[in-house]
């Protein structure tokens, strides 16, 4: 018997498999892990550098056209959500509509999507830490303080290290204090970026806003390719439906939701800091910092690393969470070794392979440099986003999965299309090196599916 690559799993043994996990999140909740994924420390850079390279005081336009594109993928991925309401997120859709092949690239992706960005964030916020401990005179010593490398002193960096394995430790301890410790930093960062909003509003000049469009509507829509990669990271949500009360009203809520409320959030940044200051002089590291120092409010540039930091915790517990949820379902389905896909009887939950995600992204976060690495994150979300798009059109041909009462993508087939071909678009902005990177990546994944996923494959038990 020849290979069958293109072999499909069925539904109802994905739901069999996904019941013992415990039903405890609703739409707030969804949102909250949804926001805390997309808005990092991106708002507080993004905007201002746009504004100056890119858009002008047009960078708002340039956010709501990302958006724009953002909502298509967005309503595809609430589709998927309401239809197969299980643990996996894309990697599991494209093994029900596509076939294993597909499903294993698509997990495979996301593994790398999902690990890096924690990775790189934990050392963004090891960053933020030791510089706001030093302003009260403590000090990490410099050993301790970057990744191995010997030539220049260091050899570890804890601070990434130490977060990475808290926030796991209380992921470990349950998901419903997680989802509440959670909660409580998206409205502390929230109400942050809120109280910059508000305060910048009275240092607004007019004269800031001439002229809108410095340049033109091309420099909009050239801003609009980068401030699309600072949307990123809503699809997490959908990683969580097997845990949620209701999935067919809850997840599209949960998707759309973190889209619609970052959106709001990263125009009225832009709207407010083009106005405080011209946007000729907002090219520098950090644009609203900078801005609240040129109007004497030290006080809030304070508040803003402080929210910075929390930016980056939601992230990071928010993407630790996703990431063990995949793993969980690969080796769910055999693809990876099946102890990853066992769920612990008291809390729930997948332990192991939450313990070995954290394992391997404070090794990465510790010890390895990751600048030029990060752009991969941008590869796999972009390859996941594409081929969930497309996917609709499978999905509804399905007769067996029904999605009765289900949030349905509006203007079928025109709108999963276009999401598809705007995702494809978005990927020929990325560079050459990330392309060789990803070649890497896939074809260590495809050789690791050929070993070993093929043929321990639950589908290939059935098989036989």
């Known amino acids: 018997m020849g290979l ?74 609430a589709e998927f959500a ?48 030791n510089s706001f401990i030093e302003s009260f005179g403590l000090k990490i010593p410099h050993a301790l303080s970057g990744p191995f ?10 601070v990434a290290v130490v977060i990475v394995l ?36 009275f240092f607004i000049k007019p004269k800031n806003y001439h002229p809108f469009l410095p340049y033109h509507m091309s420099g909009v829509i050239h801003g609009a390719t980068i401030g699309f990669f600072a949307y990123l990271g809503f699809d997490c949500v959908s990683s969580s439906a097997a845990e949620v009360k209701n999935p067919k009203h809850n997840m599209p809520l949960g998707i759309i939701g973190t889209l619609g409320i970052v959106t709001l959030l990263y125009m009225g940044v832009a709207v407010v800091l083009t106005g405080m200051v011209k946007y000729t002089r907002l090219d520098v590291a950090n644009p609203v910092s900078y801005a609240l120092q040129l109007v004497h409010q030290d006080w809030l540039a304070e508040l803003l690393s402080i929210g910075a930091l929390v930016g980056m915790f939601t992230m990071m517990v928010a993407m630790i969470y996703s990431s063990s949820r995949l793993i969980y379902a690969i080796g769910r389905d055999g693809l990876l070794p099946a102890f990853l896909g066992k769920l612990d009887k008291k809390s729930h939950s997948p332990q192991v392979a939450l313990w070995i995600v954290a394992v391997i992204i404070a090794t990465m976060g510790g010890l390895v440099s990751l600048d030029q690495l990060t752009s991969l994150v941008n590869i796999g979300t972009l390859f996941a986003f594409t081929l969930v798009s497309f996917g609709i059109i499978p999905l509804r041909h399905r007769k067996d999965i029904g999605n009765r009462g289900g949030f349905k993508v509006p203007l079928y087939p025109v709108i999963p299309i276009l999401s598809g071909l705007l995702c494809l678009a978005m990927m020929t902005q990325l560079q050459l090196e990330t392309y060789i990177g990803a070649g890497i990546w896939f074809t260590l994944g495809i050789i690791i599916y050929f070993t070993y996923g093929y043929w321990h494959s639950k589908l290939n038990d059935k098989q036989n």
């Not at 109802?12 to 013992?20: C, I, P, T, V």
């Not at 990302?66 to 993928?73: K, N």
């Not at 209380?170 to 419903?176: A, E």
Request: glycine share 10%; charged share 10%.
């Open 82 to 129: 309401s239809a197969l309401p299980v643990a996996g997120s894309a990697y599991s859709y494209g093994n029900v509509v596509f076939g294993e092949f597909f499903g294993w690239l698509l997990g495979w992706a996301l593994i790398l999507e999902y690990m890096l960005a924690v990775a790189s964030v934990s050392t963004g916020w090891a960053a933020y830490f």
């Open 149 to 158: 490398d010997p030539a220049h002193g260091t050899y570890i960096n804890i």
């Open 166 to 201: 808290l926030i796991t430790v209380m992921l470990s301890r349950g998901l419903q204090s997680s989802v509440r410790v959670n909660n409580i930093a998206v409205v502390i960062k929230v109400a942050i970026i809120l109280i910059f909003i508000i305060a910048g509003l």
């Open 4 to 77: 069958n690559i293109f072999r499909k799993e069925s539904l109802d043994r994905y739901l069999g498999a996904d019941k013992l996990f415990v039903k405890t999140m609703n739409a707030r909740d969804l949102m909250a892990i949804g926001i805390g994924t997309v808005i990092g420390t991106g708002i507080f850079i993004l905007p201002g550098t746009i504004a100056a390279k890119q858009a002008g005081p047009g960078v708002s336009l340039s956010f709501l056209l990302s958006a724009i594109v953002c909502a298509f993928a967005a309503m595809c991925y």
